[in-house]
């Protein structure tokens, strides 16, 4: 046999120590070098187990190594045991004559034990035989010990390793964890990532997600790893039932080193028929799943123990697995709290809008409003298409809330799109939708208005906008009911009412060809215009009123009405801007008013758009021209001049009443030009508003 020298045995394993990768490889390095040195037959390095008492062979050389499993010597025992007890090495020439030895090998003749101290810790040995007797020297119990020392080390420093290792996978597996929380609201693809990263990055045999179900009163497998779904079907507990359901009543984590011969293990599901080979080497760790006070659950794991496994620092990791869970289960029902929260504002929404909508609240008693009212009631509940026209202002899109909340498709979605607001480039985009890079700057997938509105309606306002190859498209949604995205190759069917609007005239822009025929024809199914202001004057005082009431209240102001004279200057008006600017010039004038009644000056905008006004040269023509009295020749103060006759005429009253009759027809032609607003016209005449009120009552003037 080679011999090796001790000196240079004990530097190539310091060398070794500072060098390696691998820990395992060194202490099987300081075995074999031990042997040699000995020149014996067979040793083993082993580790104290200190749950256990018993010491556990880490590798050996020479040995059974079913004989070292079944036959763990006991701390204190045997020549080894006792080493491993008192911490002291020994050298025994003759087995035979050692109270302490016990038999392991018949063939055995002599041992040598050397302890594996690590800071006055004793943590194993190292453990030499052979079958010649006085097979060894004091200088090799020496040499043995300073390897036994050194072996010591390394296993502590391997440790440390394996420890950190392990914690690195547990904080890499756990930011796993967190991004796949982060990344879903899907609970249940939360849990199965779970139990998935769980078991690729830790290696995990076996586990499982086990929630309260209150209805049924039962603890239910939601998620495993390593189960059959007939397996998962098998995973309900009562409470209190068995390792999972005791964990879930006390709230305490647990761990279960050998879960096979637990007398609480139910093995319900089957787990140890997955574990043949070895069932009393598989830990089970268990940690309850709690929110606030509340227990929800608990999370188990199966573990194939190994010498290095550090269940602790598993059953840690579980805990904060259980508090992911946790908080997933947290934000998962406020999530379905926010959907119910939704789900009723929508409800009272649609209500709201009903209401909003229904025939009844349309505003208007004139007969081409009633004629409108009926049309729109016969056509809201059919599928056929809608023309809305009539000029900006008059109302075209509460038409077509109308026709939607009034039809059988009033809970489904209902999509406005304005075809003048969208650039052409991105309205098809708008409309139909996009694949991903179909395009610079589609990043994503996107849904179109018209799959957005699928069941319900969507509402195309100022159609006579769009470009005429849009048209093409949308005339295919039309006749065919299906769409196609940008970049994509498949069409897809859709279910979707078209109601269009256009203040534009589309008959004429189809004969100059800048819209198609045949989709003005399939839009104009029914064709309901929309009347001007100016064209039903009663509407007036009933609109006033009505947005009267709605800005006072919506702007927490105290208005109570509107005066005489504005009423009537509001009616003069002949409101280009149609409904829209009469909504628009009462919100202003709630909103700026400073008294309780609304008055000419609060509407002071519209006048100076009536200044603008041609004037009326009957109304000039007839101020200029004024009758004399008594039968004589008429006055024409037009001329700026009289003649005798006439001046004889007016004796003794002349200066009353040409004088009279000039003030009475300037007041009359200012009130007429200023719709009777007394301020302007008092300021028209340069005089102040209590004498305007004077003269008007000094000459019987009426108005």
Not at 130 to 152: C, K, P, W, Y
Not at 166 to 176: P, S, Y
Not at 499 to 523: C, G
Not at 672 to 699: M, P, S
């Amino acid at each position: 046999m080679k011999k090796f020298n001790p000196i240079q045995s004990i530097h190539e394993v310091a060398t070794a120590m500072n060098s390696t990768q691998d820990p395992d490889g060194l202490l099987e390095l300081i075995l074999d070098r031990c042997i040699q040195i000995c020149g014996v037959e067979s040793g083993s390095l082993m580790l104290i187990d200190e749950k256990h008492g018993v010491l556990d062979a880490v590798t050996s050389r020479g040995m059974n190594q079913q004989l070292l499993r079944e036959t763990k010597l006991k701390i204190g025992q045997g020549i080894t045991g006792v080493a491993a007890s008192t911490g002291k090495a020994k050298l025994v020439n003759d087995v035979s004559k050692d109270p302490d030895y016990i038999q392991v090998k018949e063939e055995i003749k002599s041992e040598l034990v050397a302890p594996m101290i690590v800071e006055d810790d004793i943590i194993g040995v190292i453990s030499l035989d052979s079958n010649r007797l006085n097979a060894f020297t004091a200088d090799m119990l020496e040499i043995v010990s300073v390897l036994a020392h050194q072996a010591g080390q390394i296993f502590k420093n391997l440790q440390t390793i394996r420890s950190l290792e392990q914690r690195t996978k547990i904080q890499a597996t756990l930011i796993e964890i967190s991004k796949v929380v982060s990344s879903t609201l899907d609970q249940n693809e939360v849990f199965d990532s779970i139990m998935v990263t769980m078991e690729k990055s830790l290696r995990l045999e076996k586990g499982s997600i086990v929630l309260f179900n209150k209805e049924e009163g039962l603890l239910r497998i939601v998620a495993a790893s390593g189960l059959s779904p007939e397996e998962i079907d098998k995973g309900t507990y009562q409470p209190g039932e068995g390792i999972t359901g005791k964990v879930y009543e006390s709230g305490e984590p647990i761990i279960i080193e050998s879960v096979a011969s637990h007398p609480d293990f139910l093995n319900r599901v089957g787990y140890l028929s997955h574990f043949k080979h070895d069932p009393h080497n598989v830990s089970l760790l268990c940690a309850p799943i709690l929110s606030e006070q509340t227990m929800l659950g608990v999370v188990n794991a199966f573990i194939v123990q190994n010498k290095h496994t550090d269940l602790k620092s598993f059953l840690d990791f579980l805990q904060v697995v259980a508090s992911i869970i946790s908080q997933s289960i947290k934000i998962q029902n406020l999530v379905e709290e926010a959907k119910k929260e939704i789900s009723r504002e929508n409800i009272q929404l649609k209500r709201e809008l009903k209401n909003k909508y229904k025939f009844g609240s349309l505003i208007g008693k004139a007969a081409s409003m009633e004629k409108m009212f009926e049309k729109i009631q016969l056509v809201a509940d059919s599928r056929a298409s809608v023309l809305i026209t009539g000029e900006s202002g008059t109302g075209k899109e509460m038409i077509a809330n109308a026709i939607h909340y009034n039809s059988s498709r009033s809970e489904n979605p209902f999509i406005k799109i304005n075809c003048a607001a969208i650039p052409e480039n991105l309205l098809e985009s708008e409309l139909f939708g996009h694949k991903k890079g179909s395009f610079t700057g589609a990043v994503t997938d996107k849904k179109g208005k018209f799959e957005l509105a699928d069941t319900g309606t969507i509402f195309l306002d100022e159609i006579g906008e769009m470009d005429l190859n849009l048209q093409s498209k949308l005339l295919r949604v039309l006749q065919e009911r299906e769409i196609e995205a940008i970049g994509s190759t498949k069409a897809k069917k859709v279910d979707v009412r078209i109601i269009a609007a256009t203040n534009a005239e589309l008959e004429q822009l189809v004969a100059e060809k800048k819209f198609r025929a045949d989709l003005f024809y399939r839009l104009n199914v029914v064709k309901i215009n929309t009347p001007p202001l100016r064209d039903r004057v009663e509407d007036i005082p009933l609109l006033m009123n009505h947005f009267l009431e709605k800005y006072t209240k919506d702007n927490n102001k105290v208005v109570k009405g509107i005066s005489r004279e504005a009423s009537k200057l509001l009616l003069k008006y002949r409101w280009p801007g149609n409904v829209r600017e009469l909504e628009n010039v009462i919100e202003r004038a709630v909103v700026l008013a400073q008294d309780e009644i609304l008055n000419e000056d609060d509407f002071s905008d519209i006048l100076s758009s009536i200044d603008d006004l041609p004037e009326n040269t009957a109304e000039v023509a007839q101020l200029n021209h004024v009758e004399s009295v008594s039968g004589a020749e008429p006055l024409d103060l037009g001329s700026g001049r009289l003649t005798p006759g006439q001046l004889d005429g007016l004796d003794g009253r002349a200066m009353e009443i040409v004088v009279s009759e000039v003030e009475s027809r300037l007041i009359q032609y200012a009130m007429k030009k200023f719709r009777y607003t007394k301020t302007r016209v008092a300021k028209f005449l340069g005089i102040n508003r209590n004498t305007l009120d004077k003269k008007i009552k000094e000459l019987n003037i009426e108005y």
